[in-house]
């Protein structure tokens, strides 16, 4: 159920029900020159559709669409919020749905960028008596299956784009070669903000448009997605989410 379709008094209802509640997030950035800016907020929506298809007990917040996208602002449509905006955000959502009852939070991600700014919010809820839960849904499926692994804009989440709409995935620019930009001829690029000088791995934050003209980045190159992946992957993850919320609704706080 969705908590923007709700009058008042059916959320107070529900309130005296549950104290769950769940909270997609996303963000508005690149995903390379092959897929739509809205990636990342798609794919939770998507996911949670899914769900309500098997279970509409759960209150779901409206999506927040914007994210912290630090590295990637530089290209055209990216809107970054920043980790202290979206901080914020984020916390006087929680704040009020917590006057209303809320205990138990469910936060649906879709972009690594809004972990730092959620796992504090996570720790303060902690502290206060209540719990979040995160699911990173990109690293949640990689466990349940390593093929399923990627980087940012490659093959898993192209195909978690092709499962929801193929349309939106411009295939005309899937071909194009990923080209990192090293730092010098002994320091490689080897991820977004990652090098290898001598076979060991670190950081050097830089952004992306420093690292690649494409805009994503990972070992999973696009070419290989398919419609038929992403729809098994997404039903997965959705499956997995049905799954936890029954064990989530069961601790006692």
């Known amino acids: 159920m969705y908590l923007a379709e709700m009058t008042w008094p059916k959320a107070e209802e529900y309130f005296t029900k549950s104290d769950m ?6 963000s508005i950035e690149c995903h390379g020159r092959h897929m739509p ?26 999506t927040i669409p914007y994210g912290a996208c630090e590295s990637l602002w530089p290209f055209p449509g990216t809107i970054n919020l920043g980790n202290d905006l979206l901080y914020q955000l984020v916390k006087q959502i929680v704040l009020n749905l917590r006057r209303h009852g809320a205990r138990k939070f469910l936060v649906v991600n879709g972009h690594g960028g ?10 303060e809820l902690d502290s206060e008596g209540c719990m979040m839960a995160l699911l990173n849904w990109w690293q949640n499926v990689w466990e349940m299956n390593p093929l399923w692994k990627g980087g940012h804009g490659g093959g898993e989440e192209t195909a978690a784009i092709m499962a929801i709409d193929p349309s939106l995935v411009d295939t005309s620019q899937i071909e194009l070669p990923l080209e990192l930009k090293d730092v010098s001829a002994t320091i490689k690029a080897s991820g977004f903000n990652t090098v290898k000088y001598k076979e060991v791995t670190l950081t050097i934050p830089r952004l992306t448009n420093h690292v690649t003209t494409n805009g994503w980045i990972g070992s999973d190159h696009p070419k290989y997605a398919t419609e038929a992946w992403g729809t098994e992957m997404l039903q997965a993850m959705a499956d997995y989410i049905v799954s936890f919320i029954e064990e989530f609704e069961k601790v006692v706080l």
């Not at 899914?50 to 917040?61: H, W, Y």
């Open 21 to 26: 509640v769940i909270i997609p997030i996303g």
């Open 37 to 62: 800016l809205g990636t990342d907020t798609m794919i939770p929506d998507k996911i949670l559709s899914l769900v309500e298809q098997q279970t509409d007990r759960i209150l779901i917040a409206p």
């Open 114 to 123: 809004n972990i730092k700014a959620l796992e504090r919010i996570g720790y």
